[in-house]
């Protein structure tokens, strides 16, 4: 059975960082294509970042929104993926979830604010 467990989220100033994880389970991350999504009350999900491990190489991409200042990393032991946010905006608050084909997780709230 798939499952992803997000946690990590909080409440952080402006310019902040956090670093939210995705542990996963019923799949391998290191063989999957595992995406970051936001979402704020009202508006469609936006994706946020992704990382791709089903070919030789691990292929990151991110929106440009969050391009330099948000990155995605690994742990294959822990199967477990991870979004490090850094410089972080007010306009990044959002609930932050993992998503995987069709399964994604409950999410994890993420507020920036002075």
């Known amino acids: 059975e798939v499952q992803l467990v997000e946690s990590g989220g909080g409440l952080v100033q402006p310019g902040g960082s956090l670093m939210l994880s995705c542990q996963a389970s019923?799949?391998?991350?290191?063989?999957?294509?595992v995406k970051w999504f936001r979402q704020v009350p009202g508006k469609a999900p936006e994706w946020v970042a992704e990382m791709d491990s089903r070919g030789a190489d691990t292929w990151r991409d991110s929106a440009d929104s969050v391009k330099g200042r948000f990155i995605t990393y690994k742990d294959s032991a822990k199967n477990t993926l991870y979004l490090q946010m850094k410089n972080l905006k007010i306009e990044d608050s959002a609930v932050y979830y993992c998503?995987?084909?069709?399964?994604r997780g409950q999410g994890t709230q993420v507020t920036v604010s002075a």
């Open positions: 998503a995987y084909g069709e399964y």
């Open positions: 019923g799949f391998y991350i290191s063989q999957a294509l």
